[in-house]
Each structure stands twice: as structure tokens, then as C-alpha cells.
């Protein structure tokens, strides 16, 4: 039986009276493309879908469903990986969708304010007349507030870090109908309990951000992108160690195994062949500083047998290999009709990276299944991909995803780099974070009371 | 009348047992050794001073105070300058100045994992053989644990981030005795809550930290210091400005008064005129990028009217440099015998730098105030420290601190930049964080329940 009320017609006029009854809708239509995110979990409607378009109106929002025990699930642009956003206990899906606006912005402070339903690629389109962009880059077009909710990252998170490092300042919805604000506009602060940083990746599970203060980075001067391929995923991998452990300072270094390459050489618009490779980018304020990092990187490869090895600091070129790494699922998706994908999300410490991939890659061949390695290497961050038609075959995945989490976890990672945890990964938290996960525990008891923010997410259920 | 009770022989038996008999004092000589930080608040005996040397004997001692309801203030170095450590209350003092080992190095991951009570000077010496350092620079030899406790920064933090940018996982020890871990030693983690943000920062009001895995980074191949003198503070703080705002990505960025520089190069070791003055430093991976980043500072200083630009890649010139700045408050206290400090730290948005300086200047003139001051400009961040001998003094330096204070925040900066809240910004946490001040305040009470760690601190009492 479930702990919540359902959303009756007084619940209904009240939330109306909040958000006005143009931003509420209980049409199957509207609860169905808010019932899933991007992954293979299961579907849920929800009862009820409201827009609010103010903090205020977030807020009240909580305070109603608080009162009426209601669950309350936040929604950004449903391009989450872990279910993150969906409704499991049905209730109230309130999407951001409608708050999309910018509400300060501070080129000479590299600051922007906005609100939390506008894409990470539309902020960076609007950010190209300062000369500044928001370097995490999850792909899709992600939601800021979604971003925030499951600290999501990217590509670039070698250099730039996770989005939760690119933040300062936010305003957040409580369930008693407050509004906070934590954090600050200054880069340095140490006046109390980093309120900002426990919000972030919350999964809206204490609260639901309403506004967001981001620290925005100028453009690079020089951006070079290179591709390398190599003999062995053993090589690949070496080289990735070697360039971090160089210092250099690179901003993108993704790992794919041969038959992510080959797959996206067939289907995903860049000839990358079929082998094991890199694909790399370095920023550089300077057109030596890039030359020299580049000689360096391409000594690296070369040492270590690269078979192919093109850089190129041509826009339109640096366009189509990132485009290519950016839409991978989708490429995916095509090239496998009528398949559904298990898609896997954890990182180690770099060292132990080889170890990483070498066990997946050993853990597919023993249960004789077809997965794709790709992952933000630098960062030690892999995803495997595995299609599956058939309730079989998927037992199987989840069989390999457990235990490539499992040593994610031994080899001192974690059970998720940066999908978030969602549905998928709730089981994992206990043999990851141990007596912490009691701590965690404590603090949503603490800040959700009643337990009507995305009830179902992060804490393994039945313990 | 306290809340707490005192430490009677059975507690002392009980935590004599714990940590030996040898890591346990209450003779006056050190119980006065650990009553006062390096700031101006009054000192205040604990009862018992405990050295334990391992965490499972640091949470020990957290669950016999909690049992006993008697305080417990972590102790690392003793260089803090808000009253941090000072045992308002009495209880127990646990000094981490006898856990300085390091536990593991990880050179190939950059990691580091160490006990809480390792100086970080002495850290990073043993680093150099690694080419690795840990960039936070506080200035004394503070304890990396007191550190982590405060979210310290200093000079670097423009570049490589505060304590809080520059650490992966910590053990942290409870009050009902358990040791918990948080964090990861993957760089990217989205596994549920950030508690390792939680409890940086929380001055050891919510648990004692009892171990630290640190990202290092490796020595920049070359280190140039910039000294650059103005014919006015607007100037100064002008090129600040333009300095951050060319995307520049400068390791150090220090501003210093007339007064200030006159006072270092009276009496500092460095020949720094009596003009405001900038100190910079610029780390790259190339000798090309370092004079390119060089050239685009010395044309920057120069637009504004630069009196003087001394640009060394020197070690022994730049040490000189350095250690005048980092020593800058001893200097003060050796140049003006008798007499004592009042230091502020407050931090603001770059933009708003020159505003703050400005009101800081005028505050001073108004009060008739003699000041110095100095900041990490690059991060907003300002020192304003004013020398008094008499009560009246102290007062007038206490309303200038509050209005200067004040004006940070309506800057939208921060009451505290790096030395944390301690005893004497209590005050400015409501001003400062409005509503978020009760969720701080639901936190401390979820972790601590009987309030046994550091009480005092942190939160203005009587409210």
C-alpha cells in the first residue's frame, strides 16, 4: 500500500490556484512524456504534471503536497540515464519546463543566473556573445536543474570539472514551502555548512532548486581535437594513464573500444575505423601553448604503437567528432531497432582504469553478450552499453552490470560517475557508502520529513 | 549555566583508556597550549587535552563525550584566526597533532591519503620528490585536518580551488562512535549525497575528521612572480580586475595597500616601495605560454599607470617574495609591539572588489582608523587588519569589522572568504544566509544531538 495520498480534486483546485490552470494538466497525453527518462526503466504516470514558472510557485507547491502527503517528482528535460525523474509513486510531476528564463547576467564576474529549466546548449548558445560558455557537457540538452539534481558532467569534466564545480549559488524549494538560498556570489566562502554541495545531486530528494548562480569560463583561444586510434584497448587505455599522469592539462580525453569505433564509423557520421581509440581535446589560451601540448600528446601515442593519430583545431571538423561522440546513444539506438539498451555508469581512480575496462571487457566475453565501451577516461569514467530484445538476454546485462560495479566499488570508484543514482543503482549504495548511507538517511528524514520528494530514488527500498 | 557536564576521574579513566595514558594531559601547561588559536579572542581552558593517534580512538572518545554530555573541540594547529578551536565551553580538547602519518600515496592517481594532523608545509615537502604539491597555502604550517575543518585557501585558490576543490574522500568520525567514509577516490562521483561537502567546512561541529585523501597536482614546469606597484589602490584594483577578466588563468593574484607594502618593505624583507602594490604568479607548462601569459600582464599593468613590473622565474627570488607575503602577520605583530589584531576576511564577486576596497578605505578614514590592507584580489577575497592596544580601539575596529562585513554581503559576497565562521562571524550567519541559517541549524542537530561538538561555534547564540 502506498505511504501517500492520491491527488484528489481539492488537491487539484489548490494546485491550479498556484500555478494557474494553464500550467497543469492531467491528460494522459501530458502524464505520459513526463512518465520516463531516457533509460530502460520502467515507465510511470504520474497523477497530476504542473509548470510552475516562479520559485514561489515551487515552493507552494511543496507545502501542498506536504500537507497532503502527496508525492512530488521534479522534471527537467527527462534526458536522465537512471530514471531519475520518474514518478514511481505517481502523484505530482512538476516540470521546469516553463522556467527557462535568464535572470542576471555578470560577463565581468563569468556569472549567470538563470532558472532551472533552460538547456545547458540553449544557455551556451545565448553565452557565445559574452565569450564565456558552462563546460559541463552530459549531452542531450539537459536541463540546469537536471544537471544539478543528478551533478552531472561530461566530456570536459577532466579539465572543468563536474557541474556541481561550476556552481555558486542557488535558491531551493523546501517541503514546508520555504525558499533558501545557499552558497554565494563570491568564489570563496566559508561561513557554514556547504548547504549548495548537498543539494546538488540530491536528486531532488531534499528539495527542488529553483534558481541557479553558474560560473561560467571564457571561451578558449585555441581549441585543438584529436583523434587516435590504436592496436589493443590495452594501448588506448595506456595512453590515457600516460597523458594524465603527464599533467598535461587536457579538457576532453574519451576511450572507445573497437566496436563503439566501428559502430560509429558505420553509423555515427565520423570514419574512426575500426580499432581502439582516443579522441581528445586541449584548450589553450595561445596557439604555441596548443602546438606544444599536441607534440607531447602525440608523442605519448606514438610511443605506445598509435596507428592513426589527426588533430585539427578546424571548427566545422571539431564539430562532426564531437557531434559523433555526443549523439552515441542515439546512434545506438538506430543502428539496434527494436533493441532497449542497458547503459552502465561508474569510474575509478585512473590507475585503475586498465583494471576497469579489462574486467568488463573479460565479464562480456564469460556471459557471452555484446556491449560498447565508451567512457570519459580521463576522469576514470566508463560506460558500457548493452542492447537487449528479450527478458533473458536482459537478465544477462544486469548480471554484467553488477559485477563491473562491484569492482568499480573494490577498485576505490563508485557505483556511478555521473548518471546519478536513480532506480539503478539504489542497491548499490549500501556496499559503496557503507554506515554513510545511515548519515544520508538521517539528513532526507531530517530536510523531507514526510518522504514526498522523489520517493523511490537513491535509498535502496525494503531496508 | 552550562548545558554540559564536566570531566570527572571515571571520564578521565574511561578516555585514558582510549588513547594511553600518555596521550592525555590536564595540567595547566597544556590545557593552556591549546586555550587560544592566533586570533584575537580570549583564550579559555578545556579540562583535558587527548592526543589520539588512531581514528577508531578519535570516535571512541566522540561516543564517551556524547555518553557523558561533555564538549569536545578538535584541535589541529592552533594558526586559525576566528577562535575555531578555542573550547568555549570547556570538556575536552582532541588535538589530531599526534596522527601525521601518511597512510598511502598514489603518485600514478595524484592522491594522497593522510591523518588529520600533518602540517601542510610539511606535506608538501615530502611531496616534492613526487613533483606533486597540495595547492591550498593558508600560511603558518596549518594542520591539513584544520584545514579540511575550516575550508581553508590563501593565494593559490584563484587557480587550483580551496581546501574544499583539492580533496577526494574523508573518514570522519561521529558522536555515537562510528566511523564513516565519504567520498570516493574517483574524481567523479554522483552517488547520492555529497556528505564529504558536509562536513568540510563544519569547523568539527558535526563530526572530526579523521583521515583525508587529497588531489595533488603536479609542479608547474615554470613559476613566474610578478611584482607590481600602482600610483593608486583604484589602479590596483582596476588591473585586478582586468587581469581576471581576460581569462587569464593567474595561480596567485594579491592585492596590498600603501601602507601595507610600505610596512613589508620596512620591516617584511622585501623591497616593495610604499605604492599599492599587486604580487602575481603565473604557472605553465611551458616556457613559451609563461612569457606569453607575462606579456599580456605587463601590458595590462602598464595601460593602468604601473610605477614599477619586476617579473621573476627566480626560485630564490620568488621564495623571498613569497615568504614576505605568507609571513605578512607576523610582520605585523613584530612592527607593532604590544599591541593586538583585529583581522577581517571577507570575500565579494571580482566585479564588486574595487566597491568593497573602497568602503573599506572610507570606514577606516571615518573612524580615523589606521589599517592595512591586503587580499586575495584574484578570488574577491580581503584581509583589513587593524592594531589596538586599548578597549576603546577594539571597539572602534569592531564596528568598522561589521560595517565592512556588511557591505561584503550586500555585495553579495561572504562575512568569511577562508577563515571560517569560529566565534567572531557567528553573528553575520543570519544576515548572511537568511532561512538556510535553521536548515544549518536542522543539520547540526540531526549529527549532534546533545550539541557536544565545538559548541559555540558557528551559530550566533541566544537565538
Known amino acids: 500500500m502506498s505511504p501517500f495520498n492520491s491527488v484528489n480534486d481539492m488537491i487539484l483546485e489548490q494546485l491550479a490556484a498556484v500555478v494557474s490552470p494553464d500550467n497543469l494538466s492531467t491528460t494522459q497525453a501530458d502524464r505520459q512524456l513526463h512518465a520516463q527518462d531516457m533509460s530502460n526503466h520502467p515507465a510511470h504516470l504520474s497523477e497530476v504534471v504542473v509548470w510552475p514558472t516562479t520559485a514561489r510557485q515551487v515552493a507552494d507547491v511543496l ?19 537512471e530514471g531519475n525523474p520518474i514518478p514511481l509513486f ?29 538547456g545547458y546548449k540553449d544557455l551556451n548558445e545565448k553565452l557565445v556573445r559574452y565569450g564565456l560558455f558552462f563546460p559541463p557537457d552530459p549531452g542531450a540538452n539537459a536541463a540546469i536543474g537536471g544537471m544539478l539534481g543528478n551533478n552531472a558532467a561530461g566530456s570536459r569534466t577532466v579539465k572543468y570539472g563536474a557541474t556541481k564545480d561550476n556552481v555558486l549559488a542557488m535558491e531551493v524549494a523546501l517541503t514546508d514551502g520555504q525558499l533558501i538560498r545557499v552558497g554565494s556570489h563570491a568564489i570563496k566562502q566559508s561561513a557554514g555548512y556547504d548547504l549548495l554541495h548537498l543539494f546538488i545531486g540530491s536528486e531532488g530528494t531534499l528539495g527542488i532548486i529553483t534558481e541557479a548562480t553558474l560560473q ?28 594524465r599522469s603527464s599533467g598535461l592539462d587536457v579538457a576532453a580525453l574519451e576511450f572507445m573500444d573497437e566496436k563503439m569505433a566501428d559502430l ?11 580499432q581502439p581509440a582516443l579522441l581528445m581535446e586541449v584548450h589553450a589560451a595561445h596557439e604555441e601553448t596548443a602546438a606544444l601540448d599536441m607534440a607531447l600528446i602525440r608523442e605519448i601515442c606514438e610511443e605506445l604503437g598509435a596507428l592513426q593519430f589527426d588533430a ?7 564539430k562532426i567528432m564531437w557531434q559523433a561522440r555526443h549523439h552515441v546513444f542515439e546512434t545506438q539506438v538506430r543502428a539496434f531497432p527494436g ?11 585512473i590507475s585503475a582504469f586498465p583494471a576497469l575496462v579489462s574486467h568488463a571487457s573479460q565479464t562480456l566475453q564469460v556471459y557471452d553478450m555484446f556491449g560498447l565501451m565508451i567512457g570519459h577516461a580521463g ?27 562491484y569492482k568499480a566499488i573494490e577498485l576505490g570508484g563508485t557505483s556511478t560517475g555521473e548518471h546519478g543514482v536513480g532506480i539503478g543503482k539504489a542497491k548499490f549504495m549500501a556496499p559503496e557508502h557503507g554506515a554513510a548511507l545511515e548519515v544520508m ?20 527500498t525494503g531496508t
Open 379 to 405: 576522469d576514470g569514467n566508463l560506460h558500457v552499453s548493452m542492447p537487449y530484445k528479450d527478458e533473458g538476454t536482459w537478465q544477462r546485462a544486469l548480471k554484467i552490470n553488477d559485477s563491473i560495479v
Open 63 to 81: 507545502r501542498i503536497a506536504n500537507e497532503q502527503r502527496v508525492p512530488v517528482t521534479a522534471w527537467g528535460a527527462g534526458s536522465s540515464l
Open 441 to 460: 538517511r538521517s539528513l532526507k528524514q531530517t530536510l523531507d520529513p514526510n518522504g514526498i520528494l522523489n520517493p523511490g530514488k537513491i535509498f535502496p
Open 339 to 349: 533493441q532497449r539498451w542497458q547503459v552502465l555508469d561508474i569510474a575509478v581512480p
Open 216 to 243: 561560467l569560463t571564457p571561451v578558449p583561444t585555441v581549441m585543438t581535437s584529436v583523434f587516435a586510434a590504436f592496436p589493443s584497448v590495452e594501448s588506448a587505455v595506456a595512453a590515457v594513464v600516460e597523458v
Open 312 to 318: 585539427t583545431t578546424d571548427p566545422a571538423k571539431r
Open 264 to 274: 560509429i564509423s558505420r553509423e555515427g557520421g565520423a570514419d574512426w575505423g575500426d
Open 90 to 118: 505517481g502523484g505530482i510531476v512538476l516540470s521546469t519546463e516553463r522556467m527557462i528564463d535568464i535572470v542576471e547576467v555578470r560577463p565581468e564576474d563569468f556569472q549567470i543566473t538563470v532558472q532551472p529549466g533552460i
